[in-house]
């Protein structure tokens, strides 16, 4: 009876863990009320990868991963979901971290960070509604800070400091809605003060004093060059 048994019971337990694993490696299945649940994989034209991750109650959780449509090995995209937030981090093609932050549907949210090819930090940024709010800062290739700016809704509001790569201020101005308004200071590269004076919607206004080893050489409405982020290119002293 054992040697009859005992057969029987292998080919049982052979048959259950077939339908298990039949079962887990279903993939792209709606559950009864048509919602995405479990495994579910997407492939481009190309029949590459080019997401996998894990549905319930058709909301994702857990991790997901997505792909470039040329290779299926690294992602380039790390998705990993808890509740209503997702921690997103994103990769060159050799697996280096770009940046990574927070993510509420398809809008960015909190502090996102963002890195140079050798995994040091080249800015900080913070996001509401995924717009651009608080402080950002990017750095130099050093780890000198090159820009402290604040910002509001996604515009340019408070002050804005400028550093020269050695961490020396060159410029400090204020912005309201995006554009230049307020005081505002500029340097040289040693931190002497060249110039200051005050700006009304994006022009310059009243006085301006200009400066030679501290001293003030002028007082004149002088205008500067300005690129098209509002960055002193050069002074302009026939203007």
Not at 22 to 39: E, P, R
Not at 40 to 63: A, C, I, P, S
Not at 123 to 141: A, Q, R
Not at 198 to 226: C, E, H, P, Q
């Amino acid at each position: 009876m054992l040697s009859i048994k005992k057969p029987f019971i292998i080919v049982l337990l052979s048959v259950c863990f077939l339908s298990v694993s039949a079962v887990a490696q279903k993939i792209n299945h709606l559950d009864v009320n048509g919602k995405k649940t479990g495994i579910w994989k997407k492939f481009y034209k190309n029949g590459k990868l080019r997401y996998k991750g894990q549905f319930k109650d058709g909301r994702e959780v857990g991790t997901f991963k997505f792909y470039e449509n040329t290779a299926s090995t690294q992602p380039v995209i790390v998705k990993e979901f808890k509740g209503n937030k997702a921690l997103v981090k994103f990769y060159d093609f050799d697996g280096k971290l770009k940046s990574k932050g927070e993510m509420i549907g398809k809008k960015r949210e909190g502090k996102w960070e963002y890195y140079f090819s050798n995994g040091k930090l080249f800015s900080e940024e913070f996001y509401v509604n995924g717009k651009l709010n608080g402080i950002l800062k990017n750095y130099y290739s050093n780890g000198k800070i090159t820009e402290e700016t604040e910002y509001k809704e996604g515009k340019k509001n408070g002050v804005s400091k400028i550093y020269a790569n050695d961490g020396v201020l060159i410029e400090e101005t204020n912005y309201l809605n995006g554009v230049l308004n307020g005081f505002a200071k500029y340097f040289d590269l040693k931190g002497n003060l060249i110039e200051e004076g005050t700006y009304n919607n994006g022009r310059r206004s009243n006085d301006w004093m200009f400066y030679d080893n501290g001293n003030a050489v002028k007082s004149t409405k002088r205008r500067i060059i300005l690129n098209k982020n509002n960055k002193v290119i050069s002074p302009n002293k026939n203007n």
